[in-house]
């Protein structure tokens, strides 16, 4: 049962459609120079009014141990997921410092990023095309994997279809600006996604 994420949620009004919809997370982004940079003290407000079966993500990119460790306490946030170029040096230090799943995310161009991802040490891959980009990458170069990964970059409700038919399935679709208007997520936009993969789900079930 592949799951949805919803990432860059920074409003209250989000909060809403998210409880309404609900998706199995939702992503926090804690990089300042990110258009949709949230601080971790609103971020702990949104959570505390979000229906707390969602799982929080919040997202870093090559932050201090210390800074990564101030979010979490003050926000309150359930997963890591780093964007930057963080080592495995780096992510054995944060299990020792915090003690919740991380996601490391990886840039994928060539098949030799596909090799790179899936000898992380973190909990979970997610592939983009970028940090942040809204562009799609060559989907075929995952090929086949165990890891359970996160596929991310350029996803739209018009595309996921196609992207989940080309892909070994994916733990979970991470999605953001695919699903924005005016960057505030957009309730008809998030629906006509998870229905999308909902449909995809049920007609690979009914083996068509």
């Known amino acids: 049962m592949v799951k949805v994420k919803i990432c860059g949620i ?3 009004i989000e909060i809403g459609i998210m409880n309404e919809l609900h998706p199995d997370y939702i992503g926090f982004i804690f990089v300042p120079r ?3 940079f949230i601080a971790p003290e609103h971020a702990g407000i949104l959570r505390s009014k979000l229906n707390p079966k969602i799982k929080t993500v919040g ?3 090559n932050a201090s141990l210390q800074t990564v460790a101030m979010c979490i306490e003050v926000s309150g946030i359930d997963i890591i997921q780093l964007h930057g170029d963080e080592t495995r040096e780096y992510i054995a230090a944060l299990r020792e410092l915090i003690h919740c799943p991380i996601i490391k995310a990886f840039k ?3 098949p030799i990023d596909i090799d790179r991802a899936m000898n992380t ?4 891959v997610l592939l983009d095309s970028g940090e942040g ?3 799609t990458f060559d989907w075929s170069l995952i090929g086949s ?3 359970k990964f996160f596929l991310a970059g350029g996803l739209t409700p018009e595309n996921v279809q196609q992207a989940l038919s080309i892909t070994p399935q994916p733990y979970a679709l991470d999605v953001s600006t695919g699903v924005e208007s005016n960057r505030l997520k957009d309730y008809r936009k998030v629906m006509k996604f998870m229905l999308a993969v909902h449909e995809f789900k049920s007609k690979k079930n009914a083996g068509i």
Do not use: L, M
Request: glycine fraction near 4%; hydrophobic fraction near 20%; aromatic fraction near 10%.
């Open 121 to 124: 040490t973190a909990d979970y």
């Open 133 to 135: 980009s809204g562009r």
């Open 34 to 36: 990110s258009k949709r």
């Open 145 to 147: 994997t165990s890891r």
């Open 108 to 110: 994928i161009k060539r």
């Open 59 to 61: 997202v870093f990119s």
């Open 10 to 12: 920074s409003h209250e």
